[in-house]
């Protein structure tokens, strides 16, 4: 039983295009994260929610709108696509905000063309 | 400068070699350094934790904090081929609101058989 799982795990759109990312976590932790990996394997982190509330906005275009239904679920929506946004999208989770110990999907590719 | 520096890579050796992966980071207030391990299509699974300063042995794997250096260090014995990856340092501050993981670069390692 997968503990971070997110869809879908590839995602091929033309710019311009909205597409949604989600996620899901079944290890009852409180936070949970989007992070962004370049080509380069640079990973950075997006957001993190607590308990459905934003607590992390690290500078991310409006295009990106992250919505937690409940503490389980954090889904992240992608306006307007645009070439620079390709890379690989991982979702992760841990038992506290800014925990070291975080559990990480296996990631959604994005090709924007 | 950037708060984590990692070696660049990749690295290539022969196995059974011992594997020397350096970090450096310029924030003192880290406090929580961990290291990652990611396979090729993966997400991002933690290998070593530790708090402060001093060492963790854990199998093959030992993992070295020196603060007054800024300085950490993963020490691979032994090396396997199933130790390709690329591994990513990452640390972190006190855990609170805005604390939040910052990951080295990553350095991709291949052990030849």
């Known amino acids: 039983d997968t503990a971070v799982s997110q869809t879908p795990k590839y995602l091929v759109t033309q710019m311009g295009n909205d597409k949604s990312i989600k996620c899901e976590q079944n290890l009852g932790h409180d936070t949970m994260y989007w992070y962004k990996q370049d080509s380069k394997k640079f990973l950075k982190i997006m957001f993190s929610?607590?308990?459905?509330?934003?607590?992390i906005n690290e500078t991310v275009p409006n295009r990106f709108s992250p919505k937690s239904p409940d503490k389980a679920h954090l889904n992240l929506h992608i306006n307007s696509l645009e070439l620079g946004d390709s890379a690989v999208y991982f979702c992760a989770s841990s038992r506290q905000t800014g925990e070291g110990i975080q559990y990480f999907g296996a990631g959604t590719r994005l090709s924007v063309l | 400068q950037k708060e984590v520096e990692q070696d660049p890579g990749p690295l290539s050796v022969p196995e059974g070699a011992i594997v020397s992966l350096n970090c450096t980071y310029s924030?003192?207030?880290?406090?929580?350094f961990m290291w990652y391990r990611q396979y090729s299509r993966k997400g991002p699974e933690l290998l070593m934790y530790?708090?402060?300063?001093g060492n963790k042995e854990d199998g093959r794997f030992t993992a070295q904090v020196d603060k007054s250096s800024k300085y950490i260090s993963l020490f691979i014995r032994d090396s396997q081929p199933s130790d390709s990856a690329t591994y990513l340092c990452?640390?972190?501050?006190?855990?609170?609101?805005?604390?939040?993981?910052?990951f080295g670069k990553g350095i991709t390692l291949s052990v030849r058989p």
């Open positions: 929610y607590n308990n459905k509330e934003l607590i």
């Open positions: 990452a640390m972190s501050s006190p855990t609170g609101a805005n604390s939040k993981l910052t």
């Open positions: 924030n003192s207030a880290f406090q929580y």
């Open positions: 530790t708090y402060s300063s």
